[in-house]
């Protein structure tokens, strides 16, 4: 029972790494923690789900469709509520506000759409699974796990090694400064809300086929635990967010296997205070000098 | 300018209060000259329950209408006073007070939800004035006076029901439990948990959930399959239910699931597809029942309104049915009306066999539907 317990803690860990990696990563850019991330996760997963059962498009297809479309969302998300504040100079805590508002409109807006009831979310990878003795591992399972380490890995490239990562990091070290030496920073930033955005669309699709459902509330709770991980690894450095995400889903399930399945979300939250008063930047961050 | 608010504030209150009274008077004139019966329903017909004061509004209609054509109660024709409590306690509480003083009104059919319903109780209980209530199932609503009446099985009722279904239909000895941390699912749970063990089962799990929130049932069932149960019992709504039996096919286990009325909704079957195949649940009413006072009904309904009629309309078709059936016994006067309710013995409706139990709270026969091939099916 064990093991059994640890590959679930593990599977629904890496779906938290999945969503953690976009909220990290926009956190990494432009310091702003993003609470829209949940809502536009699930907005992803309707978006290919309505693709695929209204238009009948196929998986693969509506997959990437709805990504770009659920990318196409975050720039708009960013030019709408967050870039006029970021013109008059708002403090932070404005613009953050700003995106929990978004996430309660888009969680109305695909309520009123598309119906409040949860949606049956069609299994389209059924790979089966492997058995080794009592033990089951699906593929599905294995698939969102690697997923979650090659968007790390790929995030990680394009911020070390491309021109436009470099003109994040510049634009995350100082936007001023990062104008004056002419980097586009209007585009750097709807870049990186594209990016954000699309990594929430994947997570949620992933999601979706894995629980086999979507409903539009799944974000709110899917986003809190995806931050806490966030956290938990240390914010804005991306091997944290997997790191993170696993802690709390292992937790999780064991605390609700264990002990209660009423203590899960107290266990799991628990963990992450302890951490944090130990270790105020989480378990990978390292002190970032503030800027002054 | 707050000051013309708190002006024209006043002035729509006292223009409300005049309507009102104006209205509660023409209704006493134009029936008492007419000698109807009049019997009230009262329910949703606009806000967001809107749908299920329709349904009362059509299937009472239609009692109302059957009963006319075969020569009403004693010659008298039945009216209908069709009332708005737009499922909000204060309105309820409005359209109780002009129940109560229109003279004419000898029962209520209604509220629908319990909030509507409990709020107008203390109203309808101070006047005397029957509220025969299709579908509140709040246990403290009967509790609130000896005039209120329910048409629906409370998790009392319906526990034990569920629970002979377990242990005798399906065999259960080991039985766990998977419930909702709500009201609701704690006394569906108690209530099961009660009976089970009362019928010689076993309680091997209990496991809790919080609803909407949990969505990862994973630790839960790898927890049970170590108790290996002979039977899952669900207090769950269709949502839940649905991811159970889908994970637990993931997870390769496979026990047979059993539920509650709760779960006969059509969207589990589109939710969950093959995972839930062999679910058992019980119902009150299911439209596949080769009954002929439900294929009457049916039908009857279908041709006023063509359209299905649904468990609403099958309950508040056989709530305005049991509330005539006491007029006639008793006349139109409003005590005598609730003496002879309450004593209606196995009343044949399309919601079941039907009688009260001590605290007017409805005991009703229920059928057991099976999930095969895709469907609800009846099982003998």
């Known amino acids: 029972m064990f093991f059994q317990q640890l590959i679930n803690g593990l599977t629904l860990g890496s779906t938290y790494a999945l969503t953690a990696v976009g909220y990290t990563m926009v956190f990494g850019i432009l310091e702003l923690v993003n609470f829209s991330h949940g809502a536009v996760y699930m907005f992803g997963a309707f978006v290919v789900l309505m693709l ?85 591992i699906s593929y599905l399972q294995i698939i969102i796990m690697m997923i979650a380490v090659v968007l790390m890995a790929a995030l990680t490239i394009i911020i ?32 990186t809300f594209f990016l954000g955005a699309s990594l929430a669309a994947v997570a949620g699709v992933l999601v979706g086929m894995y629980y086999q459902s979507v409903d539009p509330m799944m974000g709110f709770m899917a986003g809190l635990k995806a931050f806490a991980a966030a956290v938990l690894g240390g914010i804005g450095v991306l091997p944290g967010a997997i790191l993170g995400g696993l802690i709390i889903g292992v937790s999780e399930i064991l605390a609700a296997g264990y002990i209660h399945a009423g203590f899960r979300d107290a266990i799991a939250f628990g963990i992450l205070i302890a951490v944090l008063i130990i270790r105020p930047t989480g378990l990978l961050g390292k002190k970032v000098q503030k800027k002054v | 300018m707050k ?47 809107a749908q299920y004061g329709e349904a009362f509004k059509r299937a009472t209609a239609l009692k109302v209408k059957e009963v006319n054509e075969n020569g009403g109660i004693d010659g008298k024709k039945i009216k209908i006073e069709l009332m708005d409590d737009k499922n909000d306690p204060k309105e309820a509480t409005n359209v109780a007070q002009r129940l109560v003083s229109n003279k004419n009104v000898v029962g209520v059919v209604g509220h629908f939800s319990s909030t509507a319903c ?17 579908t509140s199932s709040h246990p403290d609503f009967t509790k609130q006076g000896t005039y209120m009446f329910r048409n629906i099985n409370t998790q009392e009722i319906e526990g034990p029901i569920v629970a002979d279904m377990v242990v005798n ?14 009201d609701w699912g704690i ?153 002879e309710l309450a ?34 099916q009846l099982v003998d």
């Open chain 2, 187 to 339: 006394t569906a749970k108690d209530n099961f948990i009660k009976a089970a063990e009362k019928l010689g089962a076993e309680i091997v799990a209990e496991e809790m959930f919080i609803g909407s929130q949990t969505k990862d049932f994973t630790p839960t069932l790898t927890k049970i399959n170590e108790q290996k149960p002979d039977v899952i019992f669900l207090a769950a709504f269709y949502s839940e239910t649905g991811m159970i039996a889908q994970q637990m096919k993931q997870l390769g286990y496979d026990y047979p699931i059993a539920g509650l009325s709760s779960l006969f909704n059509e969207e589990l079957l589109k939710l969950a597809g093959d995972a839930v195949e062999g679910i058992n649940l019980p119902t009150n009413f299911f439209p596949g029942d080769p009954n002929p006072v439900v294929t009457d009904f049916l039908s009857a309904y279908e041709k006023e309104y063509g359209a299905e009629p649904d468990q609403f309309a099958a309950v508040a078709y056989d709530t305005m049915g049991m509330m005539i059936e006491a007029i006639k016994k008793a006349g139109p006067d409003r005590a005598a009306i609730r003496e």
């Open chain 1, 160 to 191: 070390r090694k491309t021109k436009i990562g470099k003109a994040m990091r510049a634009t995350a070290q100082n936007m001023e400064a990062a104008k004056l030496m002419g980097v586009n920073v209007n585009f750097v930033i709807s870049f």
């Open chain 2, 169 to 182: 239909r399906m065999k259960g000895k080991k039985i766990a439990v998977i419930y909702i941390n709500n």
């Open chain 1, 52 to 136: 695929m059962t209204a238009l009948k498009l196929n998986f693969m297809l509506a997959f990437v469709i709805g990504v770009i479309i659920t990318g196409l969302l975050g720039i708009t998300i960013d030019k709408i509520c967050l870039f006029p504040l970021r013109k008059k100079k708002a403090p932070k805590v404005a613009s953050l506000i700003s995106t929990i508002g978004v996430s309660i409109f888009i969680q109305n807006l695909v309520m009123l759409v598309w119906g409040s009831e949860t949606k049956n979310f069609p299994l389209v990878l059924n790979l089966g699974s492997i058995n080794i003795g009592s033990l089951k």
């Open chain 2, 3 to 49: 000051r013309y608010f708190s002006l024209i504030a006043i002035l729509i209150t006292f223009a409300l209060i005049f309507t009102g009274c104006t209205d509660t008077g023409n209704d006493t004139q134009d029936t008492a000259k007419d000698g109807e019966i009049t019997i009230a329903v009262a329910c949703p017909l606009t806000g967001d329950y």
């Open chain 2, 118 to 134: 409990l709020a107008a109780a203390p109203v309808y209980q101070k006047a005397g004035l029957v509220e025969f209530s299709p």
């Open chain 2, 343 to 376: 004593k209606i013995k196995d009343y044949n409706g399309v919601t079941g066999i039907i009688t009260f139990n001590e605290n007017r709270d409805v005991v009703k026969t229920m059928k057991i539907l099976e999930i095969k091939d895709g469907k609800f």
